[in-house]
């Protein structure tokens, strides 16, 4: 790994971790209620590293933990304002939701981010586009995946995450070979 792409480990546990506290309180408990409000609760923490620059943020976890820190209190408060209904639609459609947030977080990043949706320093705007586009395309098809495929949700989720991720890292490591200036000319090559 470059020293460029080197990321501490203490950075990439705490972006996971929003994710492992869900996934552990919701094994530990089988209450979705329990589990929302502990990712939830470290997706905030998370955003507070993010604010403070302790922690430069990967691009699908941003996705994630935005959705993580979103999605238990809208619902909640949408139970609070007695709208069950919406509030229960929600819920059906929550785990897909999470594509639909790395697509948005993906669209604001290809937009205000001048690294993109890759977030991947001393890329050229050739690639930044280039990746931007092929990230979008990836995470939207997750998405409308996700909403319409949803009897095993290994085949829902965990598919397409894996395979966000893969493509994420293998752009970023090709985005980090290509050279940042310009190749000389040979001098030999030059039309006399």
């Known amino acids: 790994m470059s020293a460029s792409n080197y990321k501490p480990i203490w950075h990439t546990a705490l972006e996971y971790a929003p994710s492992a ?50 999605i238990t209190p809208v619902i909640e408060g949408l139970y609070a ?31 205000r981010a001048p690294t993109g949706f890759l977030l991947a320093p001393q890329v050229d705007d050739t690639a930044v586009k280039r990746t931007n586009t092929l990230l979008l395309i990836a995470s939207g098809t997750a998405a409308a995946w996700a909403l319409v495929y949803d009897h095993n949700a290994a085949l829902q989720l965990a598919v397409p995450m ?29 039309p006399e």
């Open 162 to 190: 894996t395979l966000l991720f893969a493509l994420h890292r293998t752009l970023k490591s090709r985005a980090g070979q290509q050279p940042t200036e310009p190749r000389p000319v040979p001098q030999d090559t030059r």
């Open 21 to 70: 506290a869900f996934l552990a309180a919701f094994m530990l408990s089988d209450d979705l209620r329990i589990a929302g409000w502990s990712g939830a609760g470290c997706a905030l923490l998370n955003c507070f590293a993010y604010a403070r620059r302790t922690v430069s943020p990967h691009s699908l976890f941003l996705g994630i933990n935005l959705y993580l820190l979103m």
């Open 81 to 111: 304002a007695n709208c069950a209904s919406w509030a229960s639609a929600l819920s059906e459609c929550a785990r897909p939701l999470v594509f639909l947030s790395i697509f948005l977080t993906g669209s604001v990043l290809s937009l």
